[in-house]
Nanobody, 120 residues
Framework: QVQVVESGGGLVQAGGSLRLSCAAS????????MGWYRQAPGKQRELVAF???????NYADSVKGRFTISRDNAKNTEYLQMNSLKPEDTAVYYC??????????????WGQGTQVTVSS
């Protein structure tokens, strides 16, 4: 059994900051890529950022220079530091982790989502 749980969402004014966390727990043998996605009302889910097990990162153009993804492999946790937030960043943010368990091969595990609302 594997669980992926996000935390850290909330309401913030434009220009403010938030830090999201995502912790994976359970029968985890290894975690490869981890990423953050978001879905705004009426829109498709989109990739915000991802980070490999070696720490290589990639970002959506819309968040480059404002968001920073990081991870703590010892804690099976990833983070998303969001600065200079804009109203268009308002969405439900989801964590995804590519996890290999002790009993199965790699699979994608999603968190339940955390709401981020940026007021103008």
């Amino acid at each position: 059994q594997v669980q992926v749980v996000e935390s850290g969402g909330g309401l913030v004014q434009a220009g403010g900051s938030l830090r999201l966390s995502c912790a994976a727990s359970g029968s985890i043998f290894r975690i490869n890529d981890m990423g953050w996605y978001r879905q705004a009302p009426g829109k498709q889910r989109e990739l915000v950022a991802f980070i490999t097990s070696l720490g290589s990162t990639n970002y959506a153009d819309s968040v480059k220079g404002r968001f920073t993804i990081s991870r703590d492999n010892a804690k099976n946790t990833e983070y998303l530091q969001m600065n200079s937030l804009k109203p268009e960043d308002t969405a439900v943010y989801y964590c995804k982790a590519q996890i290999r368990t002790y009993t199965a091969g790699f699979g994608d595990y999603w968190g339940q989502g955390t709401q981020v609302t940026v007021s103008s």
